[in-house]
């Protein structure tokens, strides 16, 4: 989004808000005079439209706006009925609180739409203990929001392109691409950089936990592999090999029709079609490795490298072809294979659910951490506010849910800008009160332009700007309900100032470095996972026998990749983090970790075998390279936790006289891709921070092996 649109989106929000909050404000104030109803139909789309993260435009958005009513008024009836006393309202918050944040889970929707619904809860859980105040608070409420809808009808922001269609331009691109069509290196991959999670609207990231939402995140990842493949490829230099031709056609077939089934809707072919190309690729690979063995005949070693590129840029057509069949489909239409990969495809919805929930229920898990650190701020806040009975108390939570950050230093900065900004609004609605005394038309027409400016001005300058504007917004419309002097704003400056440093203080004890200590973590233990795949999977393609071992168990590295992407999503959004380039390359880090889980699906299936077995000197090179290759996973792991490991040894070639009749061409091109990512990853994990305690995460690895 360029400046100018996000200045666009900012001033039409700012105008949707004013507008349906004075639309239910005024009549409920001044026609009906229902001051109780007229301050929730003011606050509710304040909570909804600016507190909220509503994904998309238009009708679509107004439909969220509308599913976001019927907890909210559960939130209201919930905070009304635990108002009478002071630690059920508490005990409440922590509840509500902590279920609200962790819903983060379910994916950045759900996640955008929780602080406006904590308000509702927080609006409504302060004295005045007043059951029969519940009609009027939950009619405010209800006028708020559907006049917001109504709004979003009237003035939509632009449309953005769906996530669908962005992986169907993707998986285009790679038809293009695999096609022959000249399609240069830089556009596949800008193509590919295109699909990254970070460069998506949060409210487009396909993040759930159903079966729809994982097989098309599975489908970004694949196609982002395979351009990025294509690209590697096309810099290669060209060379006679009929069969890698035939199967790059069959793989821009199959990326065709699936680009056409995410534009259209209609299911794709049955898939199956590229797998049996697949095969019959390798059946052609066989013949060609066992004439290159003949004695006499040329070396053909270069043809099965690339043949070797191009059966794992097919791998991962293939991953693309099933996933986008389980999304178009809801099932797959065949087993799909392997089953670790696509492990979720024939699972119900609530075991689904019940996984994502689950495996997050964690202290290694970023989401867990921000809904205990935010339940624990909000309830405190709500218990200090209480005891001391602040005036205006829920003032108090207002600064803990809009002031929190994930470390210390970035709620610190918040909180300075913050305090700046509501001292000075905090003189200037002390001043407008004192000078225009208890003439409420006034206040009225002042109302509507100090919303528009707050709502507007305060997103695009920053949060002083914001306290400071919102300040004037809470003066001008409480003058017009109740007589008010400026020890209002007094009362506001004490309740963010108290806020404030609850947040801070629960930001200091819990988690207080944000996502980056898990980031290292979680990184260090999917390496150590991950490299433990390195020795079976060569072990099976030295096998000579037919029937092939069962591949490695890559569930538990499955896992990890899924705890380590989610820490890594969280502290590139944390604050400042953004632009950091230095310390190591998180992303070569799930570069080499999708190396090793891809080559343990394809290998065991698809990956040449000697004809009689390896050559002992092959074979003892293989296996020493592939617990070198081990080794070095769990010692730059704990390079990254802090831990001062012996220095790096460099992989060996493979001895002399070591062709595909001796050892797997696969397996070496493999290996020695994995040993060159290891060797770059390396000198930027070189410049890491050491752990506070590496002794834990070893307690923790412990635990895992026991589990």
């Not at 065991?604 to 293989?622: E, Q, V």
Request: hydrophobic share 50%; charged share 15%; glycine share 8%.
């Amino acid at each position: 989004m360029t400046a100018g649109a996000g200045r666009s989106a900012v001033l039409r929000r700012a105008l949707r808000i004013t507008l349906a909050a004075l639309a239910g404000f005024y009549p409920l104030l001044y026609a009906a005079e229902r001051p109780t109803a007229a301050l929730y139909a003011l606050f509710a789309p304040i909570a909804v439209g600016l507190l909220s993260a509503i994904p998309g435009s238009g009708r679509r958005q107004a439909l969220v706006v509308l599913r976001v009513l019927p907890p909210a008024l559960a939130l209201a009836a919930l905070g009304t009925a635990l108002a009478v006393n002071t630690w059920a309202a508490s005990g409440g918050m922590l509840a509500v609180g902590f279920l609200l944040a962790f819903a983060a889970v379910a994916g950045p929707r759900a996640a955008g739409a929780a602080p406006g619904l904590q308000l509702f809860y927080i609006l409504a859980c302060f004295p005045p203990y007043d059951p029969d105040s519940l009609g009027d608070r939950l009619t405010g409420l209800t006028v708020g929001i559907l006049l917001l809808a109504a709004t979003e009808l009237l003035l939509p922001d632009p449309s953005v392109p769906a996530y669908r269609q962005r992986l169907a331009d993707a998986v285009g691109t790679a038809a293009r691409g695999a096609s022959g069509a000249g399609v240069p290196p830089q556009t596949l991959r800008e193509a590919g950089a295109r699909m990254r999670l970070s460069r998506l609207p949060p409210s487009e990231r396909p993040a759930g936990a159903s079966r729809t939402d994982r097989a098309l995140e599975q489908a970004g990842r694949a196609v982002r592999r395979l351009l990025d493949q294509l690209a590697t490829l096309a810099e290669l230099p060209p060379a006679a090999d009929p069969a890698s031709a035939a199967l790059l056609g069959h793989i821009a077939t199959v990326c065709d029709a699936g680009a056409q089934s995410l534009r259209t809707g209609r299911p794709p072919p049955v898939p199956g079609a590229l797998e049996e190309a697949m095969r019959g690729f390798q059946s052609s690979r066989v013949r060609l490795a066992s004439e290159a063995s003949a004695p006499g005949s040329p070396p053909r070693t270069d043809v099965l490298r690339r043949q070797s590129r191009v059966l794992a840029l097919a791998e991962s057509a293939r991953i693309v072809e099933v996933a986008v069949d389980i999304a178009a489909n809801g099932r797959p239409a065949v087993q799909p294979a392997p089953h670790d990969l696509f492990w979720y495809a024939r699972l119900s919805t609530p075991r689904l659910w019940a996984r994502r929930v689950l495996g997050n229920m964690t202290l290694r898990s970023v989401l867990f951490q921000n809904a205990v650190r935010i339940a624990l701020g909000l309830a405190a806040a709500r218990l200090v506010a209480g005891s001391l009975d602040l005036a205006h108390g829920f003032w108090v939570l207002l600064a803990v849910l809009t002031l929190g950050r994930t470390t210390v230093g970035a709620a610190w900065k918040a909180v300075r800008e913050a305090l700046v900004g509501n001292a000075v609004g905090a003189l200037a609605a002390g001043a407008l009160l004192i000078g225009l005394g208890s003439h409420t038309d006034a206040y009225a027409a002042l109302l509507a332009p100090a919303m528009l400016l707050g709502f507007s001005l305060g997103p695009l300058l920053g949060i002083a700007y914001a306290q400071g504007l919102f300040t004037l917004v809470v003066a001008t419309a409480f003058a017009q309900m109740t007589p008010v002097t400026w020890q209002l704003s007094e009362a506001r400056m004490i309740d963010v100032a108290t806020g404030s440093a609850i947040g801070l203080l629960c930001g200091l004890l819990a988690w207080p470095a944000g996502a980056r200590r898990e980031a290292v973590r979680a990184m260090a233990a999917l390496l150590r996972t991950c490299g433990t795949l390195v020795p079976p999977t060569a072990e099976d393609l030295l096998t000579p026998s037919p029937v092939a071992p069962a591949p490695p168990r890559t569930l538990p590295s499955l896992h990890r990749l899924r705890l380590a992407e989610a820490a890594y999503a969280q502290y590139r959004s944390e604050s400042g983090t953004a632009a950091d380039d230095t310390g190591p390359d998180w992303h070569a880090v799930l570069l080499v970790a999708d190396h090793i889980l891809m080559g343990a699906y394809r290998l065991p299936r698809f990956g040449l075998r000697p004809g009689n077995g390896p050559s002992p000197p092959c074979a003892d090179w293989a296996r020493a390279s592939a617990s070198h290759l081990d080794r070095e996973t769990g010692r730059i792991a704990s390079l990254l936790i802090g831990g001062r490991p012996a220095p790096a040894t460099p992989l060996v070639p493979p001895p002399e006289g070591c062709s595909p009749a001796t050892l797997s061409v696969d397996l070496e091109v493999w290996m020695t891709s994995l040993g060159l990512q290891l060797t770059r990853l390396e000198a930027s994990a070189a410049q890491t921070h050491r752990s506070p305690d590496p002794g834990e995460d070893r307690r923790e690895d412990r635990r895992e092996g026991r589990r």
